[in-house]
């Protein structure tokens, strides 16, 4: 019986895929959906770019600023998918994100994790399902 699924969002066009198949599940089990955002902050290159701290946490704050804005509207859509729902954003590096996702799926019964669109494919997930599948217990 599923009682908790995570579906990755990501903002691509594979979050209408991702999220219609979890609505899918969601209702036929009445199961609690969380949405999971891992928002990708800019890697600390200050020294190789000459790219000075202010730019650099200007950048941070941006990306922040940005991932603040997708889990709003994510939190919207979820509310229409399905009546139990939350929105869990994590602000991390790029290289974080398989761990991240898996630790976050070790209380879930399901991952929606399906990369259907074009969109997916210029996203690098760095082993995020296989780490996932084997770490996540």
Same mark, same amino acid.
Request: charged share 30%; proline share 2%.
């Given at each position: 019986?599923? @009682?908790?699924?995570?579906?990755?969002?990501?903002?691509?066009?594979?979050?209408?895929?991702?999220?219609?198949?979890?609505?899918?599940?969601? @209702?036929?089990?009445?199961?609690?959906?969380?949405?999971?955002?891992?928002?990708?902050?800019?890697?600390?290159?200050?020294?190789?770019?000459?790219?000075?701290?202010?730019?650099?946490?200007?950048?941070?704050?941006?990306?922040?600023?940005?991932?603040?804005?997708?889990?709003?509207?994510?939190?919207?859509?979820? @509310?229409?998918?399905?009546?139990?729902?939350?929105?869990?954003?994590?602000?991390?590096?790029?290289?974080?994100?398989?761990?991240?996702?898996?630790?976050?799926?070790?209380?879930?019964?399901?991952?929606?994790?399906?990369?259907?669109?074009?969109?997916?494919?210029?996203?690098?997930?760095?082993?995020?399902?296989?780490?996932?599948?084997?770490?996540?217990?």
């Amino acid at each position: 019986m599923i @009682k908790v699924l995570v579906v990755r969002v990501d903002g691509t066009s594979g979050d209408e895929f991702r999220l219609a198949a979890a609505e899918s599940l969601a @209702k036929l089990f009445e199961a609690h959906v969380v949405g999971l955002i891992i928002n990708v902050l800019p890697e600390p290159i200050i020294v190789e770019t000459m790219t000075s701290v202010t730019n650099w946490s200007e950048s941070l704050e941006h990306a922040r600023a940005q991932g603040r804005q997708f889990e709003e509207r994510t939190k919207e859509r979820l @509310k229409s998918l399905a009546p139990s729902s939350e929105v869990r954003r994590i602000d991390a590096y790029s290289h974080e994100r398989a761990f991240l996702t898996a630790r976050e799926c070790r209380s879930a019964d399901v991952l929606v994790g399906l990369r259907l669109s074009d969109d997916d494919d210029t996203i690098e997930l760095h082993d995020v399902i296989e780490e996932t599948l084997f770490e996540a217990g």
